[in-house]
T-cell receptor, first 117, second 113 residues
Framework: DTGVSQDPRHKITKRGQNVTFRCDPI?????LYWYRQTLGQGPEFLTY????????KSRLLSDRFSAERPKGSFSTLEIQRTEQGDSAMYLC???????????????FGPGTRLTVL | AQRVTQPEKLLSVFKGAPVELKCNYS??????LFWYVQYSRQRLQLLLR??SRESIKGFTADLNKGETSFHLKKPFAQEEDSAMYYC???????????????FGQGTILTVHP
């Protein structure tokens, strides 16, 4: 399967613990996005990478959140000192080299569902 | 700021009936609009985008800049169209968002036999 993959698919943790999620984009896609989706809402943008450079971070991304894409391939999203309000589906998407800054089709992964007890 | 509104959380129609999923947006620049769909137990995927002016699975959507709308339409709904539909907006060329999508809350479409 050459689609976007995310690991783990489900994570249950206790409040205060740290968690890390991984996203593997489609090969050679240089843009990678993280979104968060809570129940009954559409996905909300968290952050964006072009290759290894993190170009934008949403105000939703508090200091407890950090994302990396060290080699311009896979990406990790870490949440430190988790809170119950962090419970959500975390989605990753990637796009190939675009035709300028316009959006190309975003290919989404299956998501990681986080539950903070 | 970008904002997308989908006023209907739920929409039910019978097979063969026309369907229209509403989407309104707020954006000061020239947006790019998309419809994404999520079928049961599947991942989110692109259905169509306004710039392509295409019809996918019988669905069409016209960008109306005057009414700031991008409603999704299909003349004859099918049971397999039942899914969650999201309208999404992206900043146009020249912005720094480079494809960041702003999604609406989504509309669950149910097509009854």
């Amino acid at each position: 399967d050459t689609g976007v993959s995310q690991d783990p698919r489900h994570k249950i943790t206790k409040r205060g613990q740290n968690v890390t999620f991984r996203c593997d984009p489609i090969s050679e896609h240089n843009r990678l996005y993280w979104y968060r989706q809570t129940l009954g809402q559409g996905p909300e943008f968290l952050t964006y990478f072009q290759n290894e450079a993190q170009l934008e971070k949403s105000r939703l991304l508090s200091d407890r959140f950090s994302a990396e894409r060290p080699k311009g391939s896979f990406s990790t999203l870490e949440i430190q000192r988790t809170e119950q309000g962090d419970s959500a589906m975390y989605l990753c998407a990637s796009t190939p080299q675009g035709r300028g800054p316009s959006t190309d089709t975003q290919y989404f992964g299956p998501g990681t569902r986080l539950t903070v007890l | 700021a970008q904002r997308v509104t989908q006023p209907e959380k739920l929409l039910s129609v019978f097979k063969g009936a026309p369907v229209e999923l509403k989407c309104n947006y707020s954006y000061s620049g020239s947006p790019e609009l998309f419809w994404y769909v999520q079928y049961s137990r599947q991942r989110l995927q692109l259905l169509l985008r306004h710039i392509s002016r295409e019809s996918i699975k019988g669905f069409t959507a016209d960008l109306n800049k005057g009414e700031t709308s991008f409603h999704l339409k299909k003349p004859f709904a099918q049971e397999e169209d039942s899914a969650m539909y999201y309208c999404a907006l992206s900043a146009s060329a020249g912005g720094t968002s480079y494809g960041k999508l702003t999604f609406g809350q989504g509309t669950i479409l149910t097509v009854h036999p």
